[in-house]
């Protein structure tokens, strides 16, 4: 299994901390107004809430809004009310007769599971790649300063990305005019590496075939959480579903997980069987120690049998092998045309506007543009399947560099053009850096042959015991961001990296004390270390895991700190424009 570990791993911090320092501030806030009070929750906070201030023992009613306070007032209804912003409040124009308050809750940092914090931010992506938006950059900051006081200081910093950037120099700022003291503090994190989305668009695209993964990409998992069959199901935490069996496959191939689960349905039947032949005392025993055990682990092994079950049933219907097999002869670059049959044959049948636009750009990225006949043709089949209100996400999409036309001198919209106008020149340049795509092909052939992003081994790759990261893309592709992670770390900087960097559109950089590191040219001079990996824009669940076997095969231990957890559906559904 790929979850054997092979070196000693450092134990990782008490993120629970970060739980209880918003639920403190949580409760502190509220306390601000004395009485009874009745709680207002928007409802895409009640997930986080109920992780760390187990929202459901509290009386919630609605959403807060002003139509609220207008109503009260219109019945001649007194009260007080408190208006929580988090993570951080925006500028609104109201006029108040001093019954109502403002506020911000610092809320940012939510802790998923032992190394995995998200900041619960699916919007950033679209704000900041696609709009332009820097309004949460400074939020990573606090985060990152928040993080350094209580589990550093970091030591070294690593990153890639225009965003990465302005998070580091920020995060300085914010540590210059509210230094902490940490002279004596031994750090639990030493390293932090901070990168963009934009900077792997590709590793996003691919289909997951992890057991994580694919539940993500089935159920769509939410603080954790998932519905394991129906909508209308409770929602389920995965880490409770049986956790030493979840530990044990969440970072499998696909591949191994259900003959693993069966095997586990087996043994326990055999426990079951065991009360054949047993004595009234014996049985007596059986039923007061281990019965409602065995139970409540059947219950929970259930859950995973019924999730692999509806997820081969979802992936036979959608012919999930050939979808593969197109994939990885894009990333590896052979029978092109055959692809584009492929993708073609996929609009006409309507299988999935999601599905084909990801094919789509993980056509163009590949192959670095598309050409203007090609994509021509096929933005016109697509239309015709789909409907032409996706004339915008095509728009979106060149925008974001995720599906372009092949063209010489290819130049910045007009759109950019006049926002580069309206602004400072300080502010032009950062805003033209966020749209900086625009003008950036992927140069993905040039980069996956510097890195060796396409394993080369002989024979057939052993997915039950896995040799690199590429076996959470089936041994087919090693993924770019992991990839940079690996060969910065090695080298303790960006050094030899510069062709790569290059393809990349730069923006890389490095700080901190290179002599503390030890000697260059090896990971295990990292051994025993705990790294931190910001992604901007997203993370997934396969580099998640791919980075975990890195992390074993090392004897290092990655936390994950991403401004939400996605794959390719939702990243593709952010460039949508929402219907009016």
């Not at 210059?176 to 990168?195: A, C, M, N, R, Y």
């Not at 996003?204 to 990409?217: K, M, P, R, T």
């Not at 033209?432 to 992927?442: N, V």
Request: charged share 25%; with cysteine; glycine share 8%.
């Amino acid at each position: 299994m790929a979850s054997a570990g092979l070196r000693d791993a450092p134990q990782l911090p008490d993120f629970g901390l970060l739980k209880r320092l918003a639920r403190d501030q949580l409760v502190y806030l509220l306390e601000q107004l004395p009485g009874k009070k009745d709680l207002f929750i928007e409802a895409a906070l009640m997930s986080p809430l109920d992780r760390i201030a187990n929202v459901s023992i509290l009386k919630v009613l609605l959403r807060v809004s002003d139509g609220l306070i207008n109503a009260d007032k219109a019945a001649g209804r007194t009260r007080k009310y408190k208006i929580i912003f988090s993570p951080q409040k925006v500028s609104i124009q109201h006029q108040s007769d001093g019954n109502v308050t403002w506020d911000e809750w610092s809320f940012y940092l939510l802790p998923l599971d032992e190394d995995i914090i998200s900041m619960e931010l699916p919007e950033f992506f679209r704000d900041y790649f696609l709009e332009g938006d820097q309004r949460w950059i400074g939020t990573v900051g606090q985060a990152l300063h928040l993080l350094n006081s209580l589990f550093g200081p970091f030591t070294r910093t690593y990153g890639m990305g225009q965003g990465a950037k302005m998070v580091h120099e920020l995060w300085h700022e914010i540590e210059e005019d509210s230094p902490v003291d940490t002279v004596g503090q031994k750090p639990e994190i030493g390293h932090i590496f901070l990168l963009d989305r934009d900077v792997d668009y590709v590793t996003a695209l691919c289909s997951q075939v992890v057991y994580e993964g694919l539940v993500d990409d089935t159920f769509r998992i939410k603080c954790g959480e998932f519905h394991p069959r129906a909508p209308e199901d409770r929602r389920v935490h995965l880490a409770y579903i049986s956790p030493q069996v979840f530990s044990q496959i969440r970072n499998e191939h696909f591949s191994s997980v259900f003959g693993f689960l069966s095997q586990k349905a087996r043994n326990l039947q055999a426990q079951y069987d065991r009360r054949r032949g047993m004595d009234i005392k014996q049985m007596k025993t059986f039923v007061s120690q281990e019965l409602k055990g065995l139970k409540q682990e059947h219950r929970l092994l259930s859950l995973h049998i019924g999730a692999c079950e509806c997820i081969m049933k979802k992936k036979t219907k959608q012919d999930f092998q050939e979808l593969l097999k197109t994939e990885h002869a894009l990333l590896e670059g052979f029978d092109i045309r055959e692809s584009v049959s492929f993708i073609e044959e996929h609009i006409d049948r309507q299988v999935s506007p999601i599905d084909s636009l990801r094919l789509l750009c993980l056509l163009s990225i590949t192959e670095n543009g598309l050409a203007p006949k090609d994509y021509r043709s096929l933005k016109t089949q697509y239309l015709q399947s789909y409907g032409p209100e996706h004339l915008l996400t095509f728009h979106n999409l060149k925008h974001l560099g995720l599906l372009t036309e092949q063209a010489p001198g290819e130049t910045l919209t007009a759109v950019e053009s006049k926002v580069s106008k309206l602004v400072t020149d300080r502010t032009a340049g950062k805003l033209s850096d966020a749209f900086s795509s625009l003008g950036r092909k992927s140069n993905f052939r040039g980069i996956s042959k510097k890195l060796g992003l396409i394993p080369r081994g002989d024979g057939e790759y052993d997915l039950k015991v896995p040799r690199d990261m590429a076996y959470v893309f089936s041994g087919a592709y090693v993924p770019l961001s992991c990839k940079l992670i690996e060969q910065v770390l090695e080298r303790k900087s960006w050094l030899g990296l510069e062709e790569v960097t290059r393809l990349l559109g730069g923006n890389e950089f490095v700080t901190g004390n290179a002599s503390q590191l030890g000697q260059r040219g090896s990971l295990e001079t990292l051994q025993g270390r705990i790294v931190l990996v910001v992604f901007l824009g997203g993370c997934t669940f396969s580099e998640i895991s791919a980075l975990r076997f890195l992390g074993r095969e090392k004897g290092l231990r990655f936390v994950f700190l991403t401004t939400a957890l996605t794959n390719s559906a939702r990243l593709l559904e952010s460039t949508i424009e929402a219907k009016a």
